[in-house]
């Protein structure tokens, strides 16, 4: 009998524990739930439950009015079999991507200077924060007289809604950057560039990371922004002509374009976040 339940507890000895100890359940790898173990199911139901309900409203109201997705599908393949909708996108993502570029250009070093400098901080916070709530639809007046209708002036405008989302976020990630980390630095004769390289950059990436999130959203909507307040062009005008002829599916067509350069860009961003900061999504 005693043998029995010596072979037992052999055979129950987890794999790498001592034998005749016994290994604490805190002590083995936690496992996820099934949702988490399988995100792509996930986002392929989330989506699926959107367009449901987009069906299931657009049966509620006359086509003219909200048509419904096989209509906006249909849509979507005709226009992009004859290259018109892939050709207007190409050009808008012209301007807003360096309109993006600009901001991060502009908003990366700003906020990095505001958030580890107090002397800069206490100068140049009133300021972003003034400009910060003015509705940014406000500037498009004065950005047509400096910059124009054209592309000049929608780059512009991408870059005004973008720059001050990103520059908040940077800044208040340099502030809160642990403050241990610049002690162990400086224990080991790290200075200077060396300080802004090896710590201070790498503890604010993931706020970084959630800066340019925001701002691509901003991008986004700074895009087809600058297409309908300003000279009508490109999606903009697919949209307006949509308008003009009461055509639900057209206009419905470019949200779904814009809805997938969204979901895209953020995809992108976050398979980047997941490879160079994978300390930071498993925290």
Not at 181 to 192: H, N, P
Request: one cysteine or more; charged letters at 15%; a positive charge.
């Amino acid at each position: 009998m005693s043998a029995n339940k010596a072979i037992d507890r052999k055979d129950h000895t987890p794999s790498g524990a001592a034998p005749g100890r016994v290994v604490p359940a805190s002590a083995k790898p936690a496992r996820g739930s099934g949702w988490s173990q399988r995100p792509g199911l996930s986002y392929v139901l989330s989506l699926a439950a959107g367009v449901l309900v987009w069906e299931l409203v657009s049966r509620q109201l006359p086509g003219v009015v909200f048509a419904s997705p096989l209509a906006t599908l249909l849509r979507l393949v005709d226009d992009s079999i004859n290259l018109k909708l892939p050709l207007a996108l190409a050009h808008s993502l012209g301007h807003m991507t360096l309109g993006f570029v600009l901001a991060l250009l502009v908003a990366v070093p700003l906020g990095f200077l505001m958030g580890r400098n107090e002397k800069a901080f206490v100068m140049l916070d009133p300021v972003v924060n003034a400009i910060y709530a003015i509705p940014t639809v406000a500037f498009v007046p004065f950005l047509i007289i400096w910059f124009g209708l054209f592309f000049e002036g929608r780059t512009a405008l991408v870059f005004v809604m973008c720059v001050f989302d990103i520059l908040v976020t940077v800044a208040a990630g340099a502030r809160n950057i642990d403050p241990s980390l610049l002690q162990v630095g400086r224990s080991f004769g790290i200075r200077g560039w060396q300080r802004l390289r090896l710590i201070l950059l790498p503890a604010s990436m993931p706020f970084l990371f959630t800066a340019m999130r925001i701002g691509l959203a901003r991008a986004v909507n700074a895009m087809i922004t600058a297409e309908l307040f300003m000279a009508t062009v490109y999606l903009g005008k697919y949209m307006q002509d949509s308008a003009a002829r009461f055509d639900s599916a057209g206009i419905l067509a470019v949200i779904v374009i814009l809805c997938a350069v969204g979901l895209g860009t953020q995809g992108a961003l976050k398979r980047l976040e997941s490879r160079m900061l994978p300390w930071h999504l498993q925290s």
